[in-house]
């Protein structure tokens, strides 16, 4: 009586070994799987010149509620204005977004409840276009429209790169070719070589001002200058041998 109630611990203790023992070996084996391939990132870079702009301005007034009316009339004659310097200067009606007129009230908590209520007219007119060179100089010289009484400010102009989607596949090739560089020079210095592409992803996409190093993990655009620098990114996984 007394052996049989040591043999079923025993199998127990035994089953529990075989048990970790097995774990142990497939732990190891996959250990030893995870050495046979090789994980890196690739690069390429091409620099290109923007073929597309974005110029916005605006122009606004400040009004009293009982001058709402000769404000909006006001705004009107500037809207005029503005469009008639666009179009002397070469923008066509296509090229040009005027908005509606914006309202804004002004709150001015240290004139007391009873001072008049002052409202702010904005209209924002927005210029795309391909000529970059004519509408640079453009938002560089607004002078005769501030000569004509219209107050009117402007937004940096913005520069884009309209094949941007297709340039991304174009580079692709190159950046799988530095992958593949770096990887075969990291095998090698382990004693291993490079044997087949077992997985490959693409990266973000940077679009930076020329000669720029500023990077971001979810990808950029930089839109404040004509000439970029264009980076594309694959990750990349190589079996071993």
Known sequence: MQNNDYKFPALILGLC???AF???AYSFYSARQLDNYLSVTGSATKKITSDSSKWVLNFNRVVETQNLKSGYTQMAKDSGIVTKFLKDSGVTDEQMTVSPVFMNMNYYYDKGANAPKEYTLTQ????NSTDIAKITELSKNLQPIIDQGVL????GVEYFYTKLSDLRIEMLPDAMKD???RASAIAESGGKKVSSLKSASMGVVQ???ANSIDVN???SYDTSKIEKQ???TVRASYNLK
């Open 17 to 19: 070994i075989v048990i």
């Open 22 to 24: 097995s774990v142990f």
């Open 124 to 127: 924002n007119v927005e210029i």
């Open 152 to 155: 009117v400010s402007t937004q």
């Open 179 to 181: 992958a593949q560089a």
């Open 207 to 209: 679009v930076m001002s």
């Open 217 to 219: 993990d979810y990808g």
């Open 230 to 232: 264009v980076m594309v």
